[in-house]
């Protein structure tokens, strides 16, 4: 489907809040209307370019590594000094919204 | 009840236990005991700037899978990004594989092969895809429901998995559990996974009655949890067919302690996910010599084994089955008669009935520890030469899975020896002649023969055949009882 059919509308952008776990103000969701069609725009200029068959993803070749541990310097707890810690676990939002 | 049809489809969580490190960075793939969050590094905690890369091992095991499973291997790995924001995924997206533009599964379209009740059945196997495993989510309270949060380790994040998914070619819990438990076999052959370790598969199950929405039950922890979960969701949708209430396509959590289906309200559809090809991961060419290579160590499978057991050993079905079913045993049984020339059937019904009954399931993995096939191997050889009766023999296999030698049992038991022919005559005469209340009583009812069977036994420290002694006795109470009517 080309991104020009799809209708940027109300429901679009709430699906996109929720999808993405961030509440909008009336402002921000009208200004994201604007911009989100202008990005499908630009999306679609890409799309438009002749690129034959050939589906490039990457430039370069991926490769592999042995499996053998190796204990870094920069491992462990104090990676994650950020985050609020319980008891040495991390503390989330609740998963079940009943 | 109703009948209509109902139609499963399975996705098997398989963690790569064999694994040293992660999918994507060093750390240690055993996070199992360890303290929550000790376990982890920039990479699988998905830090800006940090950069994954595939581990070897995990590719190749899953080839391995791959041709096991009779299916069509892509002549490339690569890998997409999947994304859903859940607190035990570090990134926001998790690192999978995916058909679709520029990414493809590392293998799809195969089969396996399993029986129920003797039945040849076999399930299409639609892909299997290398992913990452999200931390583990623990609730304080104990459960979903009732957690106001969630508290989150992080060690399992980044652990490979393999994902198995099925075609819906299941049409009860019976058949679902039998294929599982041909899988675990397969993937314990190709020493895939240790699935004596919590969590190490984890299954969801898609479940519809003909004509309804497909609903998927996630979280179920084991192979006995199954049977429960779609019998519960079964009679859940059917309860709300006859009510005219339509069944939502939706995902579902199994609450293990209530023993229910749980609406976990994600509204995801495919598209949500926003899969496309991980930036960070360049795809990785599959060479034609490489599979070749990996084909040549693939390992005789539980099928196959089973087979050439009954052709070697002359094994019944049932036996080679239960017998092949854990890789473990199969070597264990193979070993012993290495030692014996004992008739297979004979060794194999006393390992399995006695030896793993003893042992406990859990424990075969240790077998060969526990009771050295060469001692199992001697107390086999001593029974097929006639020199203990198999009632010994059984009694003396607990006393070898304590530690103890088979030689040194008979010998402090004073068990070596079987009594038999004339010498068990005499002594079943004897009995009889000391006990005439008992042979009264047998003579009346044939079940009070058990008493001097047992009296026998007695007599000679259980060295006389159980079977002969049987017989003997019923001859001998068949004599009495003709004099009794022609006196």
């Known amino acids: 489907m080309s991104t020009k059919e799809r209708l940027v509308n109300e429901e679009l952008i709430e699906r996109l809040s929720w999808l993405s776990r961030i509440k909008l103000s009336v402002e921000e969701r009208e200004r994201l209307s604007k911009e989100i069609v202008m990005i499908l725009g630009y999306i679609d200029d890409i799309l438009s370019l002749d690129v034959g068959n050939e589906e490039i ?3 370069s070749e991926g490769r592999l590594r042995e499996d053998s541990p190796i204990y870094e310097i920069e491992m462990g707890r104090e990676l994650l000094g950020q985050a609020i810690l319980e008891e040495g676990y991390v503390k989330g939002p609740k998963v079940f919204k009943g | 009840m109703s009948s209509e049809k109902i139609i499963i489809g399975l996705e098997i969580h398989v963690q790569l236990t064999s694994l040293k490190t992660k999918l994507f960075c060093n750390c240690s793939s055993n996070y199992r005991d360890m303290p929550p969050n000790t376990n982890v590094c920039p990479i699988c905690l998905g830090l800006p700037g940090s950069l994954p890369v595939v581990n070897k091992e995990a590719v190749k095991k899953a080839l391995l899978v791959a041709l096991a499973l009779n299916m069509k291997i892509s002549n490339r790995v690569s890998w997409a990004r999947k994304h859903y924001f859940y607190p035990d995924l570090p990134k926001n997206y998790q690192i999978t594989q995916y058909e679709g533009k520029g ?5 799809r379209e195969g089969y396996l092969e399993y029986y129920v009740d003797g039945n040849l059945k076999k399930a299409r196997i639609r892909r299997i895809n290398l992913e990452e495993d999200p931390g583990k989510i623990i609730y304080h309270t104990g459960s979903m429901l009732t957690s106001k949060y969630s508290l989150i380790d992080y060690n399992r994040s980044g652990v490979a998995l393999l994902e ?9 819990p019976k058949e679902v559990i039998a294929f599982l438990q041909e899988l675990r076999s397969v993937l314990e052959y190709l020493e895939v996974a240790d699935f004596n370790l919590e969590g190490s598969m984890r299954v969801d199950v898609n479940i519809s009655i003909e004509g309804g929405s497909r609903v998927e039950v996630k979280n179920i922890g084991s192979i006995s949890e199954i049977e429960a979960a779609i019998l519960y969701e079964v009679a859940r949708q059917r309860s709300l067919r006859e009510k005219g209430i339509k069944i939502e396509m939706e995902t579902r959590h199994w609450d293990q302690e209530r023993k229910a289906t749980v609406g976990t309200r994600t509204k995801e559809t ?46 019944s079905s049932y036996l080679s089955y239960v017998i092949t079913s854990n890789k473990k045993l199969a070597e264990y049984f193979e070993e012993v008669m290495k030692y014996t020339k004992i008739d297979g059937e004979k060794a194999a019904a006393l390992i399995v ?50 530690g103890r030698k088979t030689t040194e049992v008979l010998l402090s038991r004073g068990w070596l020896g079987r009594i038999s022919g004339k010498e068990l005559d005499e ?50 109470i068949g004599e009495l009882q003709k004099r009794t009517w022609s006196n």
């Open chain 2, 353 to 402: 009935n006695d030896l793993v009954g003893w042992i406990g399931q859990e424990r075969i993995k240790d077998i060969g520890k526990l009771v050295p096939p060469a001692e199992m191997a001697n107390l086999l050889e001593l029974l097929r030469k006639g020199d203990i009766s198999i009632k010994i023999a059984k009694e003396t296999i607990p006393e070898l899975v304590s």
């Open chain 2, 270 to 315: 495919e598209e949500d996910y926003r899969y496309f090809p991980d930036p960070n991961l360049p795809p990785v060419e599959i060479e034609m010599d490489y599979l070749e290579g990996i084909a040549k160590e693939m390992p005789e499978l539980p099928n196959a084994k089973r087979e050439r057991l009954i052709k070697e050993y002359g094994l």
């Open chain 2, 427 to 476: 002594i079943v005469e004897r009995v009889m002649r000391e006990n005439e209340k008992a042979v009264e009583d047998a003579l009346r009812n044939p079940k009070a023969i058990q008493f001097l069977i047992g009296k026998v036994m007695e007599v000679t420290n259980k060295k006389a055949d159980p079977k002969e002694t049987y017989e003997l006795i019923v001859k001998k």
């Open chain 2, 164 to 172: 198995i998914v099925t075609e819906p070619d299941f049409s009860s």
């Open chain 1, 57 to 59: 993803t990457h430039l």
């Open chain 2, 103 to 107: 990414v493809a599964s590392i293998a």
